[in-house]
């Protein structure tokens, strides 16, 4: 009686489904200028990816307001010079940008915001910064998405 209850219990391990990919990650942006984190791997059987991104801090979005950006690493620098000339109306985001691969909108104190986008537009292998395109904010709030 035991070997079979041990066989079936070993069977129902190798036949037991794979976990899915996380396809998704929250991620906060605090008034102390930081991300929750500061990489993020995207698993390459998603076909989409969201980014939650939430403010627990106190100050207003015209003050310390954030948002999250996802660019090729070469494009970070230029992408946040563009947005600061587009201001807070438009997210510190620059119109039809087309380097920018996603972003969400610049929130404040106690909101949130979410964008999802289509991981086919990634590679694996190449390199892809995120960061906070609010003026100034880049500097330190910044990190590295990579898919595998």
């Avoid at 929750?36 to 003050?63: W, Y």
């Avoid at 954030?66 to 970070?76: C, F, G, P, Y």
Wanted: glycine share 8%.
């Amino acid at each position: 009686m035991f070997r079979k209850l041990a066989a079936v219990s070993l069977l129902g391990l190798f036949s037991a489904p794979l976990l899915a990919a996380e396809c998704s990650v929250d991620i906060q942006g605090n008034d102390q200028m930081q991300f929750s984190t500061n990489a993020i791997t995207v698993d390459k059987s998603c076909k989409t990816f969201t980014v939650n991104l939430s403010h627990p801090g106190s100050l207003p979005k015209n003050v310390m307001g954030h948002n999250w950006v996802l660019t090729a690493a070469a494009d970070m620098q230029g992408v946040v010079t563009d947005g600061m000339a587009a201001g807070l109306d438009k997210n510190y985001v620059k119109d039809g940008d087309t380097r920018v691969i996603a972003h969400t909108k610049i929130i404040g104190s106690g909101e949130k915001d979410s964008v999802t986008f289509d991981v086919s537009k990634l590679k694996a292998g190449d390199e892809y910064a995120f960061f906070c395109s609010f003026p100034g904010h880049s500097a330190m709030m910044k990190g590295t998405l990579a898919v595998k």
